[in-house]
C-alpha cells in the first residue's frame, strides 16, 4: 500500500498531488524557457493558412517510458509557440500497462492516456490519431508540433525523411535530458486529511492513466479538503476488512480494462455497502459496485460480470451488442466518445448537475443486464441515468446508503482543469461528512 501526503503543489494554478508532481516536472525543459512570444495555441484539424504562423514542423523527442507523459512536453511547447498540436500513432506494452491507450476522444475512438494532460494543457478536446501525410498537409498551412516517443514504436528518422521529401521545413527537440524546474511552494491544505482508498496501483494512477487521480487532487483542491490517498491493490484485497481500506473515509473505484483487479473491486464496494463508506465508480467501478449491490442487497448469488466470467448463471453486465431485443434498433457494439446522458428528475446526481441531461466521455462494450434491472430496483438501486431510450443505464445511486453513486461514462475526462467533475466534489464532501 502507497500513501500521498495529503499535500498539493500549486504549479502556475495548477493544483498537483504529490505524487503527480514528477509528470509535469519532467516536461518541462530548456526549450520552455526560452524567450518565446506566447500565442494561443490549437489542435489541428484543417488548420487555416496564416502568416503569423510560420510552416514548418516541430518534432518533440520524449524518451519517457510513461504513457501518462505521452504528449506532455510537445504540449506545452506548442503552448508557448501557440502553434498546432497533432500526434501519430503509438504502440504499448499492455502486458505491462494495461489502461496505457484509455484516453477517449471526444469525437470516438482511444488514445494514449496522457492525451489527458495534453487536452488541459490545450485547454480543448484532442483530435484523433493523424497519419503522417495529414500530419504534413498541416505543416505547410501553419507552424505543427509533434511528440515522438521512440519507447512507443515511433521513429524520428521516418518523421524526417517524409518532411524532406515533401520539402516541409522541420526542427528537433530533446527532451531526455531536460532538468525540471522547481514547481513552487508546498502547502497543507487545511484540517485533518481524509482517507481515500483509490484502487488500483500507484505506478498505474501516476504513470500509466493519471486522469482519476488528478481529478480527485483538483476536487480536493476546489473544496479545500486535506486528502490521503492510499493506493490500493486489488490484486491484494482479499477479504472485505482489509487494512487497505479498513481506514478509508471514502473509496474510488475507477474504470480500466484488466478483469484480474473485478474481485477486489468487488471486495471493496462490498465493504462500502456493508460499513457505509462513501464509495463513487467510473466505469468499471460502476459495474462492480452494481455487482456487488446485486448480491450483498439483492440476494443474487453468484451473479458476476460476463466479461470477467463468461459462464456464470447470472450476469450483472452483458455485451450491448447481445441479441434479445425485439424490433429495437442494435446498440453500439463498443461505444466511445461523447455521449448524451439523460438524468432522472430528483436523483442525487440530477440535483449535482443541476441538469436534465449530461453530457460524458463513454468507453465501454457492456451494459447493466435488463433481466436484472427490475430486481436491483426492488432492492433499492436506481437508475438515475441513461441512454438509448432507456435501453442503457448510465448512472446507479442508492439513496439509501451515504454515498453510493457509479457512473459508466468517464466523468475524470473532458472537464476543465479548475472545475472537476461534480461527482468528484460531492464523494469528497460525503467522506468528510462521515470522517
Known amino acids: 500500500m502507497s500513501h500521498g501526503r495529503g499535500l498539493f503543489w500549486n504549479d502556475g494554478g495548477i493544483v498537483l498531488i504529490d505524487t503527480l508532481r514528477s509528470i509535469w516536472d519532467r516536461s518541462k525543459n530548456a526549450a520552455l524557457r526560452s524567450n518565446v512570444v506566447y500565442r494561443r495555441p490549437s489542435i489541428c484539424s484543417d488548420p487555416p493558412l496564416s502568416s503569423d504562423h510560420p510552416m514548418s514542423l516541430v518534432l518533440v523527442v520524449d524518451s519517457t517510458d510513461s504513457p501518462a507523459q505521452f504528449g506532455v512536453a510537445a504540449a506545452r511547447i506548442a503552448r508557448r509557440l501557440g502553434a498546432c498540436f497533432m500526434h501519430g500513432g503509438a504502440t504499448f506494452d499492455l502486458a505491462r500497462d494495461a489502461d496505457a491507450a484509455q484516453y477517449v476522444f471526444a469525437g470516438g475512438g482511444l488514445g494514449p492516456s496522457g492525451l489527458f494532460f495534453v487536452e488541459r494543457i490545450l485547454a480543448g478536446a484532442v483530435q484523433a490519431t493523424a497519419s503522417i501525410e495529414a500530419i504534413l498537409a498541416s505543416a505547410r498551412k501553419t507552424e505543427v508540433v509533434v511528440p515522438v516517443h521512440p519507447r512507443f514504436g515511433q521513429d524520428v528518422d521516418d518523421l524526417v525523411r517524409s518532411a524532406d521529401r515533401a520539402g516541409v521545413a522541420w526542427r528537433r527537440i530533446d527532451c531526455h535530458d531536460a532538468a525540471a524546474e522547481p514547481v513552487g511552494g508546498r502547502t497543507a491544505l487545511p484540517g485533518p486529511p481524509l482517507r481515500i482508498a483509490l484502487l488500483g496501483r500507484k505506478h498505474d494512477h501516476c504513470r500509466v492513466y493519471p486522469a482519476a487521480l488528478t ?221
Open 215 to 435: 481529478s480527485l487532487a483538483d476536487a480536493a483542491s476546489q473544496t479545500g479538503i486535506a486528502v490521503d490517498i492510499r493506493f490500493v491493490d486489488p490484486l491484494d484485497l482479499v477479504e472485505e476488512g482489509s487494512s487497505e481500506i479498513g481506514e478509508a473515509d471514502g473509496i474510488l473505484l475507477p474504470g480500466g480494462s484488466d478483469m484480474a483487479n473485478v474481485p477486489g473491486q468487488m471486495a471493496a464496494a462490498s465493504f462500502a455497502i456493508r460499513r457505509r463508506v462513501p464509495v463513487l465508480g467510473l466505469c468499471l467501478g460502476m459495474q462492480t459496485m452494481a455487482t456487488a449491490f446485486a448480491e450483498a442487497v439483492a440476494g443474487v448469488v453468484g451473479v458476476a460480470l460476463a466479461e470477467a466470467d463468461a459462464d456464470t448463471p447470472d450476469k450483472s453486465f452483458v455485451p450491448m451488442a447481445e441479441a434479445g431485443e425485439a424490433d429495437m434498433p442494435p446498440l453500439p457494439v463498443h461505444r466511445t466518445g461523447d455521449g448524451e446522458v439523460r438524468l432522472r428528475p430528483g436523483t442525487q446526481l440530477a440535483r449535482l448537475m443541476a441538469a436534465a441531461t449530461m453530457t460524458i466521455r463513454c468507453n465501454h462494450r457492456y451494459r447493466l443486464s435488463p433481466g436484472l434491472r427490475p430486481r436491483l430496483e426492488r432492492a433499492g438501486l436506481v437508475v438515475c441515468g441513461e441512454s438509448h431510450g432507456g435501453r442503457i443505464a448510465d448512472a446507479v445511486e442508492w439513496p439509501e446508503h451515504p454515498f453510493f453513486l457509479g457512473l459508466q461514462g468517464h466523468p475524470e475526462l473532458g472537464a476543465p482543469e479548475a472545475a472537476p467533475h461534480p461527482v468528484f466534489r460531492a464523494f469528497l464532501e460525503a467522506a468528510r461528512q462521515r470522517s
